[in-house]
């Protein structure tokens, strides 16, 4: 999966990915993982708005997006304005207790996350194919900062049963690629839905994990 598959996403608003209202299991579930106050990292961020559900809630949030019209749309769908300037190999939207660079994620390095106090995932490891998931959770378990704990919510669904992304993520998976970093959680698994489509006989469920 190349990086062009995500701009020609957001240059044609294929955008099924995005919800309009902050996650469920993020309200739930995101206080037993970090306190207010504390920095949470989104990767793949997009413009999601589980971001502004973590600022309103007192979290400072630092998120990365591979695409800017994704950044950009953020801030103009809620009215706000940021101050922009680049940061090395970012280009860096910076508002408040908001941060988020555009840029290649695989480009981070340890420098960079060394705020981070906690991380959180809805959407990013099951955009990925499984190589890149593989690359995906050695680059967040190497680079994030010791003390940094994570919610990760995954889907499942039976082989075939549609191509991804997003893609189906099972709990082995959560478990062989986080298991040397990370005690791993279960948290709730239950009926999914995928790019906001929940049919009667939905095989989709979701799972969202704990890891410290």
Request: a negative charge; hydrophobic letters at 35%; proline letters at 6%.
């Amino acid at each position: 999966m190349e990086a062009s598959f995500w701009h020609e996403r957001w240059e044609n608003q294929q955008i099924g990915f995005h919800r309009p209202e902050a996650h469920e299991m993020l309200r739930r579930y995101f206080k037993k993982v970090a306190k207010p106050g504390a920095t949470v990292f989104v990767p793949l961020c997009g413009k999601s708005n589980d971001m502004l559900w973590l600022l309103d809630n007192g979290y400072r949030v630092f998120g990365i997006e591979l695409s800017d019209i994704a950044v950009q749309q953020f801030f103009s769908d809620n009215e706000l304005t940021p101050t922009v300037t680049q940061k090395g190999k970012f280009k860096e939207y910076a508002l408040d207790e908001l941060v988020i660079w555009v840029g290649d994620f695989f480009e981070l390095t340890g420098a960079d996350m060394t705020d981070v106090d906690a991380w959180y995932d809805r959407a990013a490891m099951v955009a990925l194919p499984p190589e890149m998931r593989t690359r995906y959770v050695k680059q967040l378990s190497e680079q994030l900062p010791e003390r940094a704990q994570g919610l990760l919510i995954t889907l499942q669904y039976p082989a075939g049963y549609r191509e991804g992304p997003p893609f189906s993520v099972s709990e082995g998976e959560v478990e062989s690629g986080f298991g040397q970093r990370f005690s791993i959680e279960q948290l709730e698994d239950d009926e999914g839905i995928v790019n906001g489509e929940q049919p009667e006989d939905n095989p989709v469920t979701e799972q969202v994990y704990q890891l410290t």
